[in-house]
């Protein structure tokens, strides 16, 4: 994801696109209606859905974003001295100590000395840019020692720009010169919807908190379905309904350099034997959202997870001398019996239960590197470094899905699975309709891990323009992005046998100055709210209108500007359309055969706009909102299915034949 680069699987698709004129898809125009007729049987078994692909650290997507932990630098990892647009002093000078540490891994602390003799002194934290008090119960978790046993009452608590509190707690502290850990909850009732609180911890005046140190101050608020996940965030990727979740991966696992990158031993287990690395994208990654983590979190929304694993390659163009590569097979390998041994048969498995989680993990694959085409280094060396990771790991776990993170050098017909990367124009996606009807069946399946319509094509189209780093990149989804993003999907779903998923990149965008470093992404937020993009629709409507099996349609013109999909799920038909063109289209579907049933329960969602370029913006959050509906009487013709489109349209229904 970090070079404006784009390397399709075929050279035909890039020779295809370069020589259609610009916007040749987009303004095709054809009939003003449109008749489908879906085929009384299913065709064929459909394998495919919907990824949602959390990276670490890029946008503050983790800490500061998902990861629910309000409190930044509570470990006194972040910038610099781990002070710095932290933690400041109220009534208080505050200092860092690295004596008596923690732990080995994380060998600063927090001292507090209040200045003059106030009635009370503490530490204030501003968050990550900012901190929601909401209504509901604040989990609250701090270490302290003192050089000599003493004892005190602290007050926690959450308070707005005015310094009042909006709920707070008593932490009764029997202080010792060994570390401990103290427990409290604070309940917020009102509450405010605005990011300007601030956490505080503070002590009576008579406290001595100059012989003292604290360290991992941490404040969790309710998080979703029990695990380290912020509520809003986690729903809306909940909903959906992924069948696939890719962690940890991206380049935040290679890291900037060898010490940076993801080191699974070092992201599991207590908090105090996390040491975090410094973030690919930004600042300090705590690695509180860890392995673990990651996985609960996937297992939470119902998706199989895609663990990636460190494979040699680092993003400063350095890769390990094949001599030395032994260690981070085997750490690879170990990693995958962390995640899959079964309860109690293993080292590892042992560990993973004293972690908290007994059973093993749900994996779909494993991912060996990521985007090892990235530079001609990592080329160079994947065709020797892939070979030993993947036998590794065919050795251990036969049955496990081994992928590649890229295409080259080994030839395709030596890979069971591909990692697929675009970024490209709203062109480039409507052309995957039917780019892979006519692809190579070699036993090779491809997942298309990272994806995003992330350039408005107004400029030109690859590859005489760079559709990452050339003229008209796009800063939010646009509408008819989504619109070509739910059309290429069409296309894969039709050809699951080949194509297994596709995963919008990335998911987060957290707004703030300085915070996000990509874009566009599917789900903007701040410190108190989120929204969903243009894109975002498209991704749902694809995961919520799944199929287990597909029907042929004949219709009564060709495809472009409207483009259609039928399948089945359950006892349901399941029709996808999509109007990538100016003008509004009539679609008429109806069954061979037989009626559909205008009176049975039956949903749709159509999201439209009539500015092709429209987005969801911190300013205009519902420009782009679907409506979501039961189907009706009125939406029904003799027996078949009748909707408008608008102009730059995607909609799907659920259909019951009678």
Known sequence: ????????????????????????????????????????????????????????????????????????????????????????????????????AI??????????????????????????????????????????????????????????????????????????????????????AGGNNVASNQFGLDFPGNFASEQCQFNLISLFPETFKGTTARQDLAQLLADLKPKYWRVIGGNALEGNNLASRFQWQQAIGPLKNRPGRAGTWIDWDTDGYGLDEAHRLGEAVGAKAIPGVFAGYTLN????????LQPYIDSAVNELHYLLDPQGSSTWAKQREANGHAAPYNLAAVQVGNEDWISEAAIKTYQTRYPRFA?????????????????????????????????????????AYDRYDTWARNATTIWNLEMAVTNSGKCGETPQIDALSGPCRLTYPIQLGAVAEFTAMMGMERNSDVVKTFAYAPLLNKIGNGLSQWHPDLISFDAVDSWPSASYWAQYAFGQYGI?????????????????????????DVIKLS????????????ADGAQYNPNAAGSLILSAHN????????????????????????????GAFRITLPAYSLAAVKLARA
Request: glycine content about 6%; proline content about 5%; overall charge positive.
């Open 548 to 572: 287990d099996s597909l029907y042929k349609i004949t219709s009564s013109v060709a495809y472009k500007p409207v483009y259609w999909s039928a399948g089945k799920q359950g006892n349901l």
């Open 317 to 324: 163009q350095q890769s390990v001398p094949d001599d030395q």
């Open 1 to 100: 994801m970090k070079v404006s680069l784009t390397i399709p699987l075929t050279v035909a698709s890039v020779v295809a696109l370069a020589a259609a004129a610009p916007n040749s898809l987009v303004n095709s125009r054809r009939a003003t209606s449109v008749d489908l007729t879906v085929a009384r049987q299913t065709s064929s078994k459909v394998d495919f859905g919907v990824t949602a692909f959390i990276e670490n650290n890029i946008n503050s997507g983790s800490d500061g974003g998902l990861y629910a932990e309000l409190i930044k630098s509570r470990a006194l990892q972040s910038e610099g001295d781990g002070l710095t647009n932290s933690w400041t002093g109220n009534n208080a000078d505050i200092s860092v100590i690295t004596s008596d």
């Open 391 to 431: 036998n590794a790991i065919k050795a251990a776990f036969p049955n496990l899905l081994v992928m590649s993170s890229s295409p080259y050098p080994t030839p395709k017909t030596q890979l069971a699975a591909i990692d697929q990367h675009d970024y490209n124009t709203p062109n480039f996606f409507l052309g």
């Open 579 to 590: 109007n990538s063109g100016a003008d509004p289209v009539t679609v008429t579907v109806k």
């Open 103 to 188: 732990s080995n891994v994380l060998p600063r602390s927090l001292r507090i000395a209040k200045k003059g003799s106030p009635s009370s002194f503490g530490v204030r934290n501003v968050g990550w840019a900012g901190i929601a008090a909401k209504p509901g119960k604040y989990s609250l978790t701090l270490s302290a020692r003192c050089n000599a046993a003493t004892s005190t009452t602290a007050t926690a608590g959450l308070y707005d720009a005015q310094r009042k509190a909006l709920g707070s707690a008593q932490v009764p502290l029997a202080l010792t010169n060994s570390w401990k850990e103290f427990k409290a909850t604070i309940q917020v």
């Open 611 to 638: 500015d092709a370029y429209a987005s969801n913006t911190p300013e205009n959050r519902q420009n782009i909102k679907p409506t979501r509906r039961n189907t009706s009487a009125k939406d029904f013709v003799n």
